[in-house]
């Protein structure tokens, strides 16, 4: 066992027969390259713990490691600290042989290694001794294109040759929108889970995360922002729950509960067990979003992005979020990024984004 927790003879078992080289051999041929699965880091880890050498090759090249397996030289690095690359000192048949079976056994041992790793840091998580994935500015782009497509409205065609057609073309653009709506609407929802995660983590940490992230989006809505205080929030938030129920909800539940059930009515068919369910989402119709939905999100949605940038300290939960920097829970980081909230915290993000990107160009 390592003084990391590891027990090292497990992750080194699948690396029977490849033998660790103390110095740089000249491998000229590549094997195989852009090497995802595992990730570079967990093969750095993997060979680091089984005793192999890392090299620092350069540029792009975050570190990279020579062996010999079945007598023939491999080396095997990383590319932009993202995928991984197998090289070897000889080409042909024997040598793609080798190295494919190379790749297998680095792999099992990264997932022994994985298992271990997980195992060893769940106390840590436990504790809240973590960062979370900024998500936000990917979501938030998706959410911006459908609603783009959302509020396209198609221009009537000039070469409808009659009413039918021109009903037509009027009803597939309803459908469109009314699509592209409905794709609008989950993704927004999914912005705001980010941002309720960041208010969390910057704030009162009362309960732990997981106790948090198990409670209703309305009682985390609840509990990080002041929607029985401030009227203005108030209203949005019941108009947010109420897409979020009759939109949000049902598409992404698949349409499910008493909203679907239809019942037999003499002379007029099968209708829903009210019609209060069938809501702004109409099961009785092959489109997915009502026309008063389609009026209505927009406005909704602007709405409350009006409120969180004009009140602290949301704004400013806005800029970290947009900055997809990671969301510190805990330790130095959250505390740097809580002693620069408010006047200038715009030009902190700026500075800090100037770092990541030479990073980012450092090693692309």
Same mark, same amino acid.
């Given at each position: 066992?390592?003084?990391?927790?590891?027990?090292?003879?497990?992750?080194?078992?699948?690396?029977?027969?490849?033998?660790?080289?103390?110095?740089?051999?000249?491998?000229?041929? +590549?094997?195989?390259?852009?090497?995802?699965?595992?990730?570079?880091?967990?093969?750095?880890?993997?060979?680091?713990?089984?005793?192999?050498k890392?090299?620092?090759? @350069?540029?792009?090249?975050?570190?990279?490691?020579?062996?010999?397996?079945?007598?023939?030289?491999?080396?095997?690095?990383?590319?932009? +600290?993202?995928?991984?690359?197998?090289?070897a000192?000889?080409? @042909?048949?024997?040598?793609?042989?080798?190295?494919?079976?190379?790749?297998?056994?680095?792999?099992?041992?990264? !997932?022994?290694?994985?298992?271990?790793?997980?195992?060893?840091?769940?106390?840590?998580?436990?504790?809240?001794?973590?960062?979370?994935?900024?998500?936000?500015?990917?979501?938030?782009?998706?959410?911006?294109?459908?609603?783009?497509?959302?509020?396209?409205?198609?221009?009537?065609?000039?070469?409808a040759?009659?009413?039918?057609?021109?009903?037509?073309?009027?009803?597939?653009?309803?459908?469109?929108?009314?699509?592209? @709506?409905?794709a609008?609407?989950?993704?927004?929802?999914?912005?705001?889970?980010?941002?309720?995660?960041?208010?969390?983590?910057?704030?009162?940490? !009362?309960i732990?995360?997981?106790?948090?992230?198990?409670?209703?989006?309305?009682?985390?809505?609840?509990?990080?922002?002041?929607? @029985?205080?401030?009227?203005?929030?108030?209203?949005?938030?019941?108009?947010?729950?109420?897409?979020?129920?009759?939109?949000?909800?049902?598409?992404?539940?698949?349409?499910?509960?008493?909203?679907?059930?239809?019942?037999?009515?003499?002379?007029?068919?099968?209708?829903?067990?009210?019609?209060?369910?069938?809501?702004?989402?109409?099961?009785?119709?092959?489109?997915?979003?009502?026309?008063?939905?389609?009026?209505?999100?927009?406005?909704?949605?602007?709405?409350?992005?009006?409120?969180?940038g004009a009140?602290?300290?949301? +704004?400013?939960?806005?800029?970290?979020?947009?900055?997809?920097?990671?969301?510190?829970?805990?330790?130095?980081? +959250?505390?740097?990024?809580?002693?620069?909230?408010?006047?200038?915290?715009?030009?902190?993000?700026?500075?800090?984004?100037?770092?990541?990107?030479?990073?980012?160009?450092?090693?692309?």
């Amino acid at each position: 066992m390592s003084d990391d927790g590891f027990d090292v003879a497990k992750i080194a078992a699948p690396l029977h027969g490849v033998k660790p080289l103390s110095a740089a051999i000249h491998c000229p041929e +590549r094997m195989e390259h852009g090497i995802c699965d595992p990730p570079s880091y967990m093969v750095r880890l993997a060979l680091s713990v089984s005793g192999f050498k890392l090299f620092r090759s @350069g540029e792009k090249v975050a570190w990279s490691s020579f062996l010999r397996f079945e007598t023939i030289g491999f080396e095997v690095r990383d590319w932009k +600290r993202s995928t991984w690359t197998i090289e070897a000192a000889s080409g @042909g048949p024997d040598a793609r042989e080798a190295a494919e079976r190379l790749k297998m056994k680095i792999r099992s041992a990264c !997932e022994i290694l994985d298992a271990q790793l997980s195992a060893l840091r769940r106390q840590e998580v436990e504790e809240g001794k973590f960062f979370l994935d900024n998500t936000y500015l990917k979501i938030r782009n998706v959410y911006e294109h459908f609603r783009s497509k959302m509020c396209e409205r198609t221009p009537m065609p000039h070469e409808a040759k009659d009413i039918c057609d021109a009903l037509n073309a009027g009803l597939d653009d309803r459908r469109n929108r009314a699509v592209n @709506g409905c794709a609008a609407v989950a993704f927004y929802y999914s912005a705001i889970e980010v941002l309720l995660d960041i208010a969390y983590a910057l704030g009162n940490q !009362e309960i732990t995360y997981a106790v948090f992230r198990g409670l209703t989006w309305r009682e985390r809505m609840s509990r990080v922002l002041p929607v @029985g205080t401030d009227p203005e929030l108030g209203r949005i938030h019941a108009r947010l729950l109420c897409l979020k129920h009759q939109v949000r909800d049902r598409m992404l539940h698949g349409l499910g509960g008493e909203e679907i059930i239809l019942l037999p009515t003499p002379r007029l068919g099968l209708l829903p067990l009210s019609y209060k369910s069938v809501g702004l989402m109409s099961a009785l119709s092959t489109i997915p979003l009502s026309e008063a939905a389609l009026e209505d999100v927009p406005g909704v949605f602007d709405d409350f992005d009006e409120w969180l940038g004009a009140h602290d300290p949301w +704004r400013d939960y806005l800029l970290l979020a947009e900055s997809v920097l990671p969301i510190p829970l805990f330790g130095d980081r +959250r505390q740097e990024i809580l002693e620069a909230l408010g006047e200038g915290f715009e030009e902190w993000i700026c500075a800090e984004q100037e770092y990541e990107s030479y990073l980012l160009n450092h090693w692309e």
